[in-house]
């Protein structure tokens, strides 16, 4: 067989052998519910077996062998995921033909994904408001050093070196220093808080002591600059004849 007849036979029996649905918020939050892939993985097989409403008498055989388990293993799974509230199993039930057979209840998993979507949601909420409180705050402190209202763009701009990690107390420092040396120019803010990002600075004490080294480096080239400065007397000043 040719290798792209091979090919595209392997394609359309894999893409439509069938699939399963797992919902993105269980694949990205599972291991804050403290379950590992291993039961992950028997989740989703969980949840394709009972999708597919597939006689589920067998059912721990014909998983087991899928994920290349012991029927022993299989039942540490289950009984651990059980144990948690996450499944449900009940095994008293009978088929058409009176065997034993299994159903499974998601629903403890349900309730679980359900609460911890809540925390999320409400941290979310929590860190928008938060959030917009600071921006107005430090709208206020640009407004009130400034002496005038900040525009759209302004406004943006502080925006942007927030999202940058620009802490709010190194963003006021910089806006007050601009402010001291008489420049309002936000491009100006934006270099001292460049200027200050390559230096690894990232606090007020930081800053404080970054120019008090400066100042000790001027103190001390001036002070050699004095040093080795010419006295103005001649060599002879001190012969008398």
Same mark, same amino acid.
């Given at each position: ?8 036979? @392997?394609?359309? +029996?894999?893409?439509?052998? /069938?699939? %399963?649905? %797992? ?26 077996? %009972? ?16 994920? /290349? ?10 009984? !651990? ?10 095994? #008293? ?10 159903? @499974? ?12 979507? !809540? ?22 402190? @640009? ?9 759209? @763009? ?9 999202? +940058? ?43 404080? +002591? ?26 002879? #000043?001190?012969?008398?004849?």
């Amino acid at each position: 067989m040719p290798a792209n007849n091979f090919y595209e036979g @392997f394609s359309q +029996a894999l893409f439509f052998s /069938g699939s %399963v649905s %797992v919902p993105s918020f269980l694949l990205d939050n599972y291991h804050k519910l403290n379950i590992s892939d291993r039961e992950m993985m028997l989740i989703i097989h969980i949840i394709h077996e %009972v999708s597919e409403n597939r006689n589920n008498m067998d059912l721990p055989k014909r998983i087991s062998k899928k994920m /290349g388990l012991s029927l022993m293993d299989f039942n540490a799974l289950l009984e !651990g995921l059980e144990n948690r509230g996450l499944i449900t199993i009940k095994t #008293d039930l009978k088929n058409k033909d009176g065997q034993q057979d299994y159903c @499974f209840d998601l629903s403890g998993l349900i309730d679980q994904l359900i609460e911890l979507w !809540g925390i999320e949601r409400f941290r979310q909420i929590d860190k928008a408001e938060n959030k917009k409180e600071r921006d107005n705050k430090l709208i206020a402190i @640009f407004e009130e050093e400034l002496g005038r209202p900040l525009t759209a @763009f302004e406004c943006e701009h502080i925006e942007k070196w927030l999202s +940058a990690s620009y802490s709010e107390e190194l963003i006021i420092e910089a806006l007050r220093r601009g402010v001291s040396a008489g420049i309002r120019n936000f491009r100006y803010l934006d270099s001292i808080l460049r200027e200050w990002e390559k230096k690894g600075i990232r606090t007020k004490m930081e800053i404080e +002591a970054e120019d008090q080294y400066f100042q000790a480096k001027q103190a001390r080239k001036i002070e050699r600059s004095t040093r080795n400065k010419p006295s103005g007397k001649s060599k002879y #000043d001190d012969i008398y004849l």
